[in-house]
């Protein structure tokens, strides 16, 4: 067998099923050891689109993406997607093909150092040296993308080793070791109990770590057991049972009131799997100021990076937080909480028979069934989804939350679809995020991919607009996309069929027309141009600052 | 401050190249480097000295992070300050999980453990 072979036993031992990728020179053994292999590959119509399908087959069914492409051009495509699965901590493997050794070194054709590029956008690098290395490297870039913070890791394989002779004898699958540890840091806990059973205005603030650590049911029961109020970043939408009267939706700088209220009144934060990122934070130093922090998570370098604990503990997140259960002392709080929750609930009462997007993306959320996966794009729209859909896993809701990378909905609901055929998957795009990976409506097309897009177009670069708007005097420096082409037309040249929509009144008939139609559909919802995002925390203010719509 | 951090690597021909990005990009200055392998086993033993007005935990941190950084060291002027007294940081498990960051245990504890003030 040669290396190549090698490369597809090994990703079938980790159970590698789908994977995602696009050919040429450098790769071409393993795309010759693909042509036999049970493994199936979808062709992506450009590596960033193949990456961000397989962080959407990740993020959707938390396993292991794996994507494909060759050396020089196809490996630089791929850096956008690899950065995005950095910052939002998605395990994924990305094998490149590299020129032969022979000529690695003399700026051959399609040379280009790999490796070098690799070194920020990932976890952690390999380029593999020597045949014998390779069935090693391969588990080992399993093994890490998975492990502690799961992150993006790539293996760069020169095509001399994909060529070269090796033993079939497989070495057997390291078992996964197990996440738990023996040892809970029993005084932190003890410190953790008693700073919650004192606390007057506890509040957990949730971030992406809870559900990556499979921890969705402590954390549920935590909230319950020690009741008190909580709020989750974009990434953890979804972590907290749809039932549970005291969470108070996602905070930063478009969240919701009531969340950044009751985060800047807390006595208490306690941060799980979180990272005070600047949208969350505002101005840090004004960030939850009278607030002790209790902070859990599995990456060291998080605790105490921006915010200092008063207690910190490393570690699994299913351990930790029935160790740290306790009951509260914090009705009036509770209360309180209620009240801002109630007093600064969504308005949907929009005059005149223009769609509003944050009342049409309700009636959409309230018209899926529970297990649908909604994949976001970038910008306006993508906080209108945070903020008027509701989810009951973090799985069902993929937006690029670190990276904020546009183009990253499409493809993202094509991994999302094949990870989960029976659920039904929504790619929620702008007209601007659309056209940065429009070339995957051919993998949809070849595949049959039943995926229904919805595009809220609003002919411009919306959350641009919106800001120079705001802070740029209206000077509206390229953001206007009114020559947009006609989206349905586009839709049709590949064999899917859609239909636009202005009114009010045609959505839900619209709405339910995608949802029911066997195969892939694009819903073009034109809204004016005119519209935004509110609440907004201004860039430099304190999340308590924020501007409203009325106040405009 | 100044910082003089050695460390421990596997000898992995990019590994000084990953040192020296994480340096850069977590805003330190490199005041002086010296690499040499280690005698013993096969890796190389690298002395950054290090320039920064930022806690220097928040370099040490990121590096440990690195698969290929076996063991890193810190001989600051103080020690102490790295970590606020009242900030009692533990970790779950002994500093022996080290190693066993690289076999895939979430455990990647390292210096947290080895400079925690007690
Ligand atoms: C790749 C990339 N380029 C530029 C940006 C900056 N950016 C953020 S939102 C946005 C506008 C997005 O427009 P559209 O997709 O139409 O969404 P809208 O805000 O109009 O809803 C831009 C240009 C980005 N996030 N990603
Ligand atoms: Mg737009």
Redesign the pocket.
């Known amino acids: 067998m040669k290396g190549a072979d090698l490369v597809m036993k090994v990703l079938q031992q980790h159970g590698v099923d789908s994977i995602f990728g696009y050919p040429g020179g450098a790769i071409m053994p393993i795309y010759d050891a693909i042509y036999q292999s049970p493994i199936k590959h979808y062709l992506c119509r450009h590596e960033q689109g193949g990456a961000f399908s397989a962080i959407g087959y990740a993020r959707s069914s938390g396993k292991v993406g794996v994507c494909l492409a060759t050396s020089g051009p196809g490996a630089t495509n791929l850096i956008?997607s690899l950065a995005d699965a950095l910052l939002d901590s998605v395990p994924l493997v990305a094998i490149t093909g590299q020129v032969a050794q022979g000529v690695m070194g003399t700026d051959a054709f399609q040379e280009i150092d790999v490796l070098g590029l690799s070194l920020p956008v990932t976890k952690h690098s390999f380029l593999v040296e020597h045949i014998d290395a390779l069935e090693d490297t391969l588990h080992q870039a399993f093994a890490l993308a998975q492990s502690g913070r799961p992150g993006p890791v790539l293996v760069d394989i020169p095509k001399n080793i994909q060529l070269a002779d090796v033993g079939s004898a497989l070495k057997p699958v390291a078992a996964p070791t197990a996440s738990t540890v023996a040892n809970l840091p029993t005084e932190q806990l003890q410190q953790a109990r008693t700073l919650i059973a004192a606390a007057k205005k506890p509040m957990a603030y949730i971030g992406g770590g809870v559900h990556m650590a499979g921890a969705i049911a402590e954390l549920q029961q935590f909230l319950t057991k020690s009741a008190m109020p909580s709020v989750t970043t974009l990434k953890a939408m979804g972590s907290v049972a749809k039932d549970n009267p005291y969470y108070l939706g996602m905070l930063g700088m478009h969240g919701t009131q009531a969340a950044n209220l009751a985060v800047q009144q807390c006595d208490l934060l306690i941060c799980l799997g979180a990272r005070f990122d600047d949208r969350v934070t505002g101005k840090l130093d004004s960030f939850a100021p009278d607030a002790k922090v209790i902070q859990l998570d599995i990456d060291p370098a998080e605790i105490n990076k921006l915010r200092q604990p008063d207690c910190a503990m490393l570690g699994p997140m299913q351990q930790l937080l029935p160790a740290m259960t306790v009951a509260t002392q914090c009705q009036p709080w509770l209360e309180h909480c209620l009240a801002l929750k109630q007093q600064h609930g969504w308005r949907y009462d929009h005059p005149g028979e223009r769609i509003y997007a944050p009342l049409m993306l309700k009636q959409l959320s309230d018209r899926l069934p529970d297990n649908s996966v909604v994949c976001c794009?970038?910008?306006?729209?993508?906080m209108?989804v945070a903020q008027h859909m509701r989810f009951n896993h973090p799985r069902n809701h993929l937006s690029s939350g670190g990276l904020?990378?546009?183009?990253f909905g499409l493809p993202a609901a094509i991994g999302a679809k094949l990870a989960r055929p029976e659920d039904t998957v929504l790619a929620v795009?702008?007209?601007?995020?659309?056209m940065?990976n429009v070339q995957e409506l051919g993998t949809i097309k070849r595949f049959r991919l039943p995926v229904k897009i919805v595009i809220?177009?609003?002919q411009?670069?919306?959350?641009?607009?919106?800001w120079q708007q705001l802070f740029f005097n209206e000077r509206y420096s390229e953001?206007d996309?009114s020559d947009n082409p006609d989206f349905v037309a586009l839709a049709a040249a590949f064999a899917i069929p859609g239909h636009t929509i202005s009114r009010k009144d045609e959505v839900g008939d619209a709405i339910e027309a995608m949802l029911t139609w066997p195969g892939p559909y694009l819903l073009h919802v034109r809204i004016d141009e005119q519209d935004n995002v509110w609440p907004l925390v201004p860039p430099g203010a304190a999340n308590e600052d924020m501007l409203t719509e009325r106040a405009q | 401050m100044n910082h003089v951090l050695t460390i421990q690597t596997k000898n992995q021909t990019v590994v000084l190249e990953r040192v020296l990005q994480v340096t850069r990009y977590r805003g330190f200055q490199l005041t002086g480097l010296e690499m040499k392998p280690q005698s013993s086993k096969a890796g190389l033993l690298l002395t950054l000295s290090i320039a920064s007005d930022k806690p220097i935990h928040l370099l040490t941190s990121q590096l440990n992070k690195l698969v290929d950084v076996e063991q890193l060291e810190l001989h600051s002027e103080q020690l102490a300050s790295l970590y606020p007294s009242d900030l009692k940081m533990r970790v779950s498990e002994p500093l022996g999980a080290f190693n066993a960051r690289h076999t895939g245990d979430a455990m990647s504890t390292t210096l947290l453990a080895s400079v925690t003030p007690q």
């Open positions: 956008t794009d970038v910008g306006q729209h993508q209108w904020g990378t546009m183009g795009s702008g007209d601007g995020s659309f940065m809220i177009d609003n411009r670069l919306g959350m641009v607009k919106q953001t996309l």
